[in-house]
């Protein structure tokens, strides 16, 4: 644990943040601001990407909505709790910066796995770092892409199955007593009933699902914050103010420099988003869009909604309610925010906590799949839906200390070789966006 503990501060120390957060910024110049611009014709395209086509397998908005899955979980509600804890209210400013940059990243990436895409002999349409690192880069390149496709299959059982699992059966038993084996019970069979039937069905499940959670989440959030609009702008001039200021001790809140600050909102916020892991272009390339520049438009909405939105709720929600200064951090504290001023509050954050959880085990198949695909073929696809399956109850009942510092480790080490692949075909990237849009290719 100590080792493991040293590595994870080293992937996920300064170095790892400047890259990312360097990388967003690169693209977002090269890219003209396109991002930013793009926002609100970008919410057009996601309800007019619903239909069908022939060159992938999940519409536009399920393709979204399955990485989605995978982006809005636990770290909407507990993450953004834990960098308010630790860096104060100007953590959140942060987080904001990381997204906006984190955009430009995610649009790369996703242009690049659904131009550099494949198609297998099974049909299945795959895409990701590891084939824009193979076919973009060439050969000599390709074990950087083994080593991406190895690192997302070890996170796909960790972060993505079994630490969601066993946050759904902790919620669930402390809030309302049902044992760990009842939970274990009924996600796997739940799961079974999605996973075994394919990508295809597990697009159809988030595209009906994330939407819902999405939406419910922001209400409550929302109504809790118009409960307490008379603290809005001061604490909106808080997180600014404090971005670039120490924020001092008060009550329950140990204190927090702006370093500090800097440093857990940029983590907690590609932690929440993904921007630049390489993990979501690998749902966004079974896109049946026939324009990769399509996608990445739809898909720089997912940093959008995760961070901009979801998170803003979260960290508003708490501040508001000045719960940030009680000594709680994690979900204990958004679920303190919640029942300080709705009865129940702490039952209703448990219910939406549960399909943010799950929604990530929906996503994160889908990538180890993949991922499987890439180093095994076709062959290994059914092998690991059901040992990803039996995996579940597993996660569910264990205590997961090394599972979370592993999968936490490998998720950083999946960025590394992603990063290195976009920046290396930024070219590609700025070229492919000036011919598309001659073309008007992504309308």
């Given at each position: 644990m100590d080792w493991l503990t040293a590595l994870n501060d080293i992937v996920w120390g300064p170095g790892m943040l400047v890259l990312l957060v360097g990388t967003g910024l690169y693209l977002t110049i090269g890219l003209r601001f396109?991002?930013?611009?793009?926002?609100?014709?970008?919410?057009?395209?996601?309800?007019?990407?619903?239909?069908?086509?022939?060159?992938g397998e999940l519409s536009p908005f399920n393709a979204l909505m399955t990485a989605m899955a995978a982006t809005i979980g636990t770290g909407n509600i507990a993450g953004v709790a834990t960098a308010i804890f630790v860096g104060g209210p100007g953590a959140l400013f942060w987080m904001w910066m990381t997204a906006l940059v984190g955009m430009a990243t995610k649009f790369a990436e996703v242009l690049l796995a659904v131009h550099y895409r494949e198609k297998t002999p099974a049909g299945n349409f795959v895409g990701g770092a590891m084939y824009f690192i193979k076919n973009g880069l060439g050969p000599k390149w390709g074990w950087m892409?083994?080593?991406?496709?190895?690192?997302?299959?070890?996170?796909?059982?960790?972060?993505?199955?079994?630490?969601?699992?066993?946050?759904?059966?902790?919620?669930?038993?402390?809030?309302?007593?049902?044992?760990?084996?009842?939970?274990?019970?009924?996600?796997?069979?739940?799961?079974?009933?999605?996973?075994?039937?394919?990508?295809?069905?597990?697009?159809?499940?988030?595209?009906?699902?994330?939407?819902?959670?999405?939406?419910?989440?922001?209400?409550?959030?929302?109504?809790?914050?118009?409960?307490?609009?008379?603290?809005?702008?001061?604490?909106?001039?808080?997180?600014?103010?404090?971005?670039?200021?120490?924020?001092?001790?008060?009550?329950?809140?140990?204190?927090?420099?702006?370093?500090?600050?800097?440093?857990?909102?940029?983590?907690?916020?590609?932690?929440?988003?993904?921007?630049?892991?390489?993990?979501?272009?690998?749902?966004?390339?079974?896109?049946?869009?026939a324009s990769p520049m399509f996608q990445a438009l739809l898909g720089m909405l997912d940093v959008f909604i995760d961070t901009i939105i979801v998170c803003s709720m979260t960290g508003f929600t708490i501040l508001v309610t000045g719960q940030w200064t009680s000594g709680l951090t994690g979900a204990s504290l958004t679920a303190a925010a919640f029942q300080s001023v709705l009865p129940g509050g702490a039952i209703i954050l448990t219910i939406c906590l549960i399909p943010f959880a799950f929604s990530t085990v929906l996503g994160w198949c889908v990538y180890g799949e993949r991922c499987v695909i890439y180093l095994f073929g076709d062959r290994g696809q059914k092998i690991f839906r059901v040992i990803f399956c039996l995996i579940i109850p597993v996660g569910t009942v264990i205590k997961l200390d090394l599972a979370w510092l592993l999968s936490d480790t490998f998720n950083a080490l999946m960025a590394i070789p992603n990063l290195i692949g976009v920046l290396l075909l930024s070219p590609v990237v700025f070229r492919l966006v000036r011919e598309y849009r001659e073309r008007g290719l992504d309308r």
């Open positions: 396109l991002t930013f611009r793009e926002i609100p014709a970008s919410f057009k395209k996601m309800w007019h990407g619903r239909k069908k086509g022939e060159h892409g083994t080593a991406f496709a190895l690192f997302g299959v070890f996170a796909s059982f960790g972060i993505g199955n079994m630490v969601q699992c066993n946050s759904i059966s902790d919620a669930v038993s402390s809030t309302f007593g049902i044992p760990s084996w009842i939970t274990a019970v009924i996600l796997f069979l739940l799961s079974c009933k999605v996973f075994l039937g394919g990508v295809p069905r597990i697009g159809k499940v988030a595209g009906r699902v994330v939407p819902i959670m999405a939406v419910v989440y922001i209400a409550v959030s929302l109504l809790i914050i118009i409960l307490n609009i008379t603290e809005l702008p001061a604490v909106f001039s808080m997180v600014v103010r404090e971005a670039f200021t120490p924020t001092a001790a008060q009550g329950g809140f140990a204190g927090a420099s702006v370093m500090m600050a800097i440093r857990m909102g940029m983590a907690r916020g590609v932690f929440s988003n993904e921007a630049g892991l390489g993990s979501a272009p690998i749902a966004h390339a079974t896109t049946t869009a």
